[in-house]
């Protein structure tokens, strides 16, 4: 096994490393295994206890389930990783792959609504996205119940991409089973997380943010106010890439959060060549490289206790954004980035959208 894969994955396995806890590490250290090393000191000066750190054997049993399974890993700055994904500053810095890899080539189009979503709605979104498909498009979804079963099975033949929020083993909901097989074997199976885990609650926008991340847009087909499909717009917003919506009738409750995103400044969707003319400006644009990782000399940055407590002191229970509390503290960026850091290891920092940080 690679040894530095291996510590990669050590790294992202273990308690409070979160993806941008991880490229800070990498960032300061240079390497995984100076990371690991440094990860015990780090949460002491942060007033935390060491975090758990992921064992080799632990890690390496996974990447041996992995293997078993005939998937993959794409690691941040290594081969496939998906270029639009990599330009996120909460880009997973593993993902687990199954299936056909050539779909990371096309044109990726995101498309999610309601689980409950009503018939007509389902049937506009499995023709929508066989057109996308015959198009060239690559079909993104969540393999859940509704919009998203019937945009996958729209764009089964010319191959669509599932982002699942457990692991690729793991069948959500029980009746895709078979679904997901089939796109293991001719689409594409995309996780955060390791074989085995079961969805929870948490791990929804998770996935939502990578749905949202891979695709030059994402169209919402049908959802109602405060859905899981309107996390996937918003992180979409966040992300500067396009959000479309399909409108629908002001009698039903599915259609008011589309409804809302078009008033809200969403394109309106009525047709493939609605959505083809509003990305393909887009998909033109300069991709940053999934070449983004961190090479050369780590960096050499300590706080003294005083400018510890200075940063301290300026964070609270509510969310500010880290350039704030760099221009109060007055420190260089590299001291607050640190400090920052050692209170995520150890448990007493939450990072929030936006680049924002709070104490918990």
Same mark, same amino acid.
């Given at each position: 096994?690679?040894?530095?894969?291996?510590?990669?994955?050590?790294?992202?396995?273990?308690?409070?490393?979160?993806?941008?806890?991880?490229?800070?590490?990498?960032?300061?250290?240079?390497?995984?295994? $100076? &990371?690991? !090393?440094?990860?015990?000191? =780090? @949460?002491?000066?942060? +007033? *935390?206890?060491?975090?758990?750190?992921?064992?080799?054997?632990?890690?390496?049993?996974?990447?041996?389930?992995?293997?078993?399974?005939?998937?993959?890993?794409?690691?941040?700055?290594?081969?496939?990783?998906?270029?639009?994904?990599?330009?996120?500053?909460?880009?997973?810095?593993?993902?687990?792959?199954?299936?056909?890899?050539?779909?990371?080539?096309?044109?990726?189009?995101?498309?999610?609504?309601?689980?409950?979503?009503?018939? $007509? &709605?389902? !049937?506009?979104?499995?023709? =929508? @996205?066989?057109?996308? +498909? *015959?198009?060239?498009?690559?079909?993104?979804?969540?393999?859940?119940?509704?919009?998203?079963?019937?945009?996958?099975?729209?764009?089964?033949?010319?191959?669509?991409?599932?982002?699942?929020?457990?692991?690729?083993?793991?069948?959500?909901?029980?009746?895709?089973?078979?679904?997901?097989?089939?796109?293991?074997?001719?689409?594409?199976?995309?996780?955060?997380?390791?074989?085995?885990?079961?969805?929870?609650?948490?791990?929804?926008?998770?996935?939502? !943010?990578?749905?949202?991340? =891979?695709?030059?847009?994402?169209?919402?087909?049908?959802?109602?106010?405060?859905?899981g499909s309107l996390i996937t717009a918003r992180y979409a917003t966040e992300f500067g890439?396009?959000?479309?919506?399909?409108?629908?009738?002001?009698?039903?409750?599915?259609?008011?959060?589309?409804?809302?995103?078009?008033?809200?400044?969403?394109?309106?969707?009525?047709?493939?060549?609605?959505?083809?003319?509003?990305?393909?400006?887009?998909?033109?644009?300069?991709?940053?490289?999934?070449?983004?990782?961190? !090479?050369?000399?780590?960096?050499?940055?300590?706080?003294?206790?005083?400018?510890?407590?200075?940063?301290?002191?300026?964070?609270?229970?509510?969310?500010?954004?880290?350039?704030?509390?760099?221009?109060?503290?007055?420190?260089?960026?590299?001291?607050?980035?640190?400090?920052?850091?050692?209170?995520?290891?150890?448990?007493?920092?939450?990072?929030?959208?936006?680049?924002?940080?709070?104490?918990?």
């Amino acid at each position: 096994m690679n040894a530095d894969h291996v510590a990669r994955l050590r790294l992202i396995r273990s308690s409070n490393v979160g993806p941008v806890t991880y490229f800070h590490l990498l960032s300061r250290f240079g390497s995984a295994d $100076a &990371a690991l !090393r440094a990860l015990p000191d =780090l @949460a002491a000066r942060g +007033g *935390g206890r060491a975090p758990r750190i992921s064992t080799q054997s632990a890690v390496e049993a996974e990447m041996a389930a992995v293997e078993r399974l005939g998937a993959r890993y794409l690691f941040l700055g290594q081969g496939l990783y998906p270029p639009l994904l990599a330009e996120l500053e909460t880009a997973p810095p593993a993902l687990v792959v199954k299936g056909d890899l050539s779909l990371l080539e096309k044109s990726p189009v995101a498309m999610v609504g309601a689980r409950n979503a009503s018939a $007509a &709605a389902c !049937r506009f979104a499995r023709q =929508l @996205a066989h057109d996308l +498909g *015959g198009e060239g498009m690559a079909v993104v979804s969540g393999l859940a119940r509704g919009i998203d079963t019937a945009a996958h099975d729209g764009a089964m033949a010319s191959g669509t991409i599932a982002v699942i929020a457990g692991g690729v083993d793991v069948f959500y909901p029980p009746e895709n089973e078979a679904r997901q097989r089939a796109i293991g074997e001719s689409g594409l199976l995309i996780a955060e997380q390791p074989p085995g885990v079961e969805p929870h609650a948490r791990h929804f926008p998770y996935r939502n !943010r990578i749905i949202a991340g =891979l695709s030059l847009g994402t169209i919402v087909v049908e959802a109602a106010p405060r859905s899981g499909s309107l996390i996937t717009a918003r992180y979409a917003t966040e992300f500067g890439r396009d959000v479309m919506a399909v409108p629908g009738s002001p009698l039903d409750p599915r259609a008011q959060g589309c409804n809302a995103l078009i008033r809200e400044g969403a394109v309106l969707i009525q047709s493939a060549a609605d959505v083809l003319e509003t990305i393909r400006p887009f998909s033109l644009r300069p991709i940053a490289s999934p070449g983004r990782d961190f !090479r050369g000399e780590p960096a050499s940055a300590d706080a003294e206790e005083a400018e510890r407590r200075r940063v301290v002191d300026l964070l609270g229970p509510t969310a500010v954004s880290v350039d704030e509390i760099i221009r109060q503290a007055g420190l260089p960026p590299a001291i607050v980035q640190i400090v920052l850091l050692e209170l995520d290891l150890a448990g007493r920092l939450e990072r929030h959208a936006g680049g924002k940080v709070s104490l918990i």
